[in-house]
């Protein structure tokens, strides 16, 4: 079984590059364009939540 996570992330721009941040997890990521970073945001929350327990794990 698959979980949705839903989390609120900030995107802003530091030395050249944009930051993607989730703070509520304190997960971060970057990228070239604003639309790379949140991707790759994207991609670290993923693994981040299956680096987690599941129902099934206890």
Excluded: Y
């Amino acid at each position: 079984m698959k979980r949705k996570q839903n989390s609120n992330f900030v995107v802003v721009q530091e030395n050249g590059v944009f930051v993607a941040r989730c703070p509520d997890l304190d997960v971060a990521s970057h990228g070239a364009t604003e639309k790379e970073a949140i991707e790759n945001l994207e991609e670290a929350l993923a693994l981040f939540f299956e680096d987690l327990p599941g129902p099934a794990d206890g």
